[in-house]
């Protein structure tokens, strides 16, 4: 069930997104935390590329809310107030990128898909750190990262979030679990409310109907199993389908293509399996 919000550990503000330098385009860091949320809403000079390649991170900005899982990131611009919740265990990468720098990436916060080659490009940025100096292959490495972070698609099954709490609580308890785990009447349950009432509520805040929400969730839960390697069989189990037909439908309804097409073609748009 949903973390209580007294049981968050609060996070303290990173200097990294406040350091000019304008010499070091790209900025990594990596941190593993467990049930965490920044103190405040802040803003700061540098762009933010959020990335959990290990569990959930929540993002909340003024233009909109997502949940988003390993197969995507959230890029936000320069100044831009946000807070950042990170449900669960939850292992971090941020790539604070200088203000010139991320001019001609994308201009509003957007959640965008993250290849096999960009996953791994990430997670080298945050071992190679902060303070490489100018003209290094650390430096190379980092401008190299910027155009594979600007060729990136914007993703079209993003997860919109809701601070409604009946809303939420649901939002929270379907995303630590996805799949066909919870029944209606079970999330009307953890709402603490009608099934009419919840059904309502899911449409008003996010502009979907929960089934609708939850189809995208396992989507995206099934890209990062399918990225990972395992087999579409495999991804159906987990999601707690008894036929892959069932799922691949699903999947395709969402997706407009089979899974098997889709993993297919994006190892093929980035040079290589998924």
């Not at 593993?32 to 993002?59: E, F, I």
């Not at 939850?90 to 990128?97: D, I, P």
């Not at 991320?102 to 190679?128: H, K, N, T, W």
């Not at 490489?132 to 594979?148: C, G, I, N, Q, S």
């Amino acid at each position: 069930m949903p973390t209580h919000p007294e049981k968050l550990t609060k996070l303290r503000p990173i200097t990294l997104g406040f350091r000019e330098e304008p010499e070091r385009p790209v900025m990594g860091l990596c941190l593993t935390v467990d049930n965490a949320v920044c103190q405040a809403p802040h803003a700061h000079p540098r762009g933010q590329l959020l990335y959990a390649s290990h569990g959930l991170v929540r993002v909340s900005t003024p233009a909109g809310a997502w949940l988003v899982p390993p197969s995507q990131a959230v890029w936000i611009p320069p100044h831009v107030v946000h807070e950042v919740a990170l449900p669960g265990a939850v292992t971090l990468h941020s790539l604070f990128v200088a203000e010139a720098a991320a001019a001609p990436l994308f201009d509003q916060c957007s959640v965008i898909q993250v290849s096999s080659l960009l996953r791994e490009m990430i997670l080298r940025a945050g071992r190679l750190g902060a303070d490489y100096e100018p003209d290094t292959p650390a430096d190379r490495f980092m401008r190299v990262l910027l155009d594979e972070m600007a060729q990136a698609t914007v993703t079209e099954i993003g997860l919109p979030m809701s601070t409604e709490p009946r809303v939420k609580r649901v939002m929270d308890a379907l995303a630590e679990r996805p799949g066909l785990a919870f029944s209606m009447t079970e999330l009307a349950q953890v709402a603490c409310a009608s099934e009419r009432t919840l059904a309502r509520l899911f449409v008003k805040a996010v502009g979907m109907s929960v089934g609708d929400w939850n189809r995208r969730l396992m989507v995206q839960h099934a890209l990062t199993l399918l990225d990972a390697g395992h087999s579409v069989q495999r991804v159906a189990i987990t999601l707690g389908y008894t036929e892959s037909s069932s799922f691949i439908d699903m999947f395709r309804g969402v997706m407009g293509q089979a899974p098997g097409q889709f993993v297919g073609q994006r190892g093929a748009r980035h040079g290589g399996g998924s």
